[in-house]
């Protein structure tokens, strides 16, 4: 089977193929087709059900271009992952806003991730709360990303408690920054996942995106900026009172944590779970909670912290 996508101009058709003709190699490798592109025409050939998925995907980002003038983020159910399974026992999005990066569609896969994007895009303020895998850092990168490329902001700040979880940083070699990037390791392979490592390497030498421990924020105003504080559930309350006080003119902030997985030494108290007493209630700061049931990595994943959930339920 072929069907054929007609463009308007060499613009629309650069746009549309994206850097390198990443999304063509992108949506030949996803939808198993084979894509020919010449003359403002895209012809996309292979079995019927990979062909007309392909062409949807492709007709909804020409849709996107030609309404926004650049792939700004869509409502539709057109993308890659409309097509996938979503989480056991959540409930499929309604069509939430979808993010374009290296070719790939990142949108939410369940009701809750639909309403945390919402609330991104609604609130300057955004707190996350929820375990492990379900998405949490993943979109806010992509949110801040999306950001970054349209001049909504001028740059990225990255950061992350730098707390010991039952290893010692003393033990670890080399200098300060060796000790602490074992830490934000996490947030360069979300950052990598949606830019290339040499276009992510240049904004980082120009201090476009910067990665951090949560101890370098102090004392600074963050102008311009979209700001992810990873992790938050490892802040002290004093910490977290720091960080919220950060955030100057034009700026955004998703602070996301799992209050499940506390690693503060002695008794100390989470600034996560203190800032959902105190902040409650403010207009432009949200709270959004993410279950076991939007879990999108390893089926497994969501078993395991469900049969943690039991066990801790079981042993108080």
Same mark, same amino acid.
């Given at each position: 089977?072929?069907?054929?996508?007609?463009?308007?101009?060499?613009?629309?058709?650069?746009?549309?193929?994206?850097?390198?003709?990443?999304?063509?190699?992108?949506?030949?490798?996803?939808?198993?087709?084979? %894509?020919?592109?010449?003359?403002?025409?895209?012809?996309?050939?292979?079995? *019927? *059900?990979?062909?007309?998925?392909?062409?949807?995907?492709? #007709?909804?980002?020409?849709?996107?271009?030609?309404?926004?003038?650049?792939?700004?983020?869509?409502?539709?159910?057109?993308?890659?992952?409309?097509?996938? *399974? #979503?989480?056991?026992?959540?409930? #499929?999005?309604? &069509?939430?806003?979808?993010?374009?990066?290296?070719?790939?569609?990142?949108?939410?896969?369940?009701?809750?991730?639909?309403?945390?994007?919402?609330?991104?895009?609604?609130?300057?303020?955004?707190?996350?709360? $929820?375990?492990?895998?379900?998405?949490?850092?993943?979109?806010?990168?992509?949110?801040?990303?999306?950001?970054?490329?349209?001049?909504?902001?001028?740059? %990225?700040?990255?950061?992350?408690? @730098?707390?010991?979880?039952?290893?010692?940083?003393?033990?670890?070699? &080399?200098?300060?920054?060796?000790?602490?990037?074992?830490?934000?390791?996490?947030?360069?392979?979300?950052?990598?996942?949606?830019?290339?490592?040499?276009?992510?390497?240049?904004? !980082?030498?120009?201090?476009?995106?910067?990665?951090?421990?949560?101890?370098?924020?102090? &004392? +600074?105003?963050?102008?311009?900026?979209?700001?992810?504080?990873?992790?938050?559930?490892?802040?002290?309350?004093?910490?977290?009172?720091?960080?919220?006080?950060?955030?100057?003119?034009?700026? *955004?902030?998703?602070?996301? $944590?799992?209050? #499940?997985? %506390?690693?503060?030494?002695?008794?100390?108290?989470?600034?996560?779970?203190?800032?959902?007493?105190?902040?409650?209630?403010?207009? $432009?700061?949200?709270?959004?909670?993410?279950?076991?049931?939007?879990?999108?990595?390893?089926?497994?994943? @969501?078993? %395991? !912290?469900?049969?943690?959930?039991?066990?801790?339920? +079981?042993?108080?």
């Amino acid at each position: 089977m072929e069907k054929i996508l007609k463009l308007s101009s060499n613009e629309e058709a650069i746009q549309l193929y994206g850097s390198l003709d990443e999304n063509l190699r992108y949506a030949e490798k996803e939808y198993h087709v084979v %894509i020919t592109a010449r003359n403002h025409q895209l012809k996309i050939s292979g079995d *019927k *059900k990979n062909v007309t998925q392909a062409h949807r995907f492709f #007709t909804q980002r020409l849709k996107d271009l030609r309404q926004h003038h650049g792939p700004h983020p869509v409502r539709n159910t057109g993308s890659p992952q409309a097509d996938q *399974k #979503t989480p056991e026992g959540s409930e #499929t999005p309604s &069509g939430a806003s979808a993010f374009y990066h290296r070719g790939k569609v990142i949108r939410p896969r369940s009701k809750n991730q639909e309403k945390y994007i919402e609330a991104v895009l609604e609130n300057d303020i955004v707190i996350c709360i $929820g375990p492990a895998g379900t998405g949490k850092t993943y979109l806010a990168m992509a949110a801040a990303i999306e950001g970054l490329k349209k001049g909504f902001v001028s740059r %990225i700040v990255l950061t992350r408690p @730098a707390v010991e979880a039952g290893e010692s940083l003393g033990y670890l070699p &080399g200098d300060f920054q060796a000790k602490v990037n074992p830490y934000l390791r996490p947030l360069y392979d979300a950052l990598h996942d949606m830019m290339d490592f040499d276009e992510a390497h240049r904004y !980082i030498e120009r201090g476009v995106i910067e990665v951090a421990p949560l101890a370098y924020m102090r &004392g +600074r105003t963050l102008n311009d900026a979209f700001v992810i504080l990873d992790e938050a559930q490892n802040t002290t309350p004093a910490q977290m009172k720091m960080f919220l006080t950060r955030l100057g003119e034009s700026s *955004k902030a998703v602070i996301t $944590g799992d209050v #499940t997985q %506390i690693d503060l030494p002695g008794s100390k108290k989470s600034g996560l779970v203190e800032a959902e007493d105190v902040l409650t209630g403010i207009k $432009g700061l949200k709270f959004v909670h993410l279950k076991d049931t939007d879990v999108v990595r390893h089926a497994l994943v @969501a078993e %395991i !912290i469900r049969a943690y959930h039991r066990y801790d339920e +079981r042993h108080r």
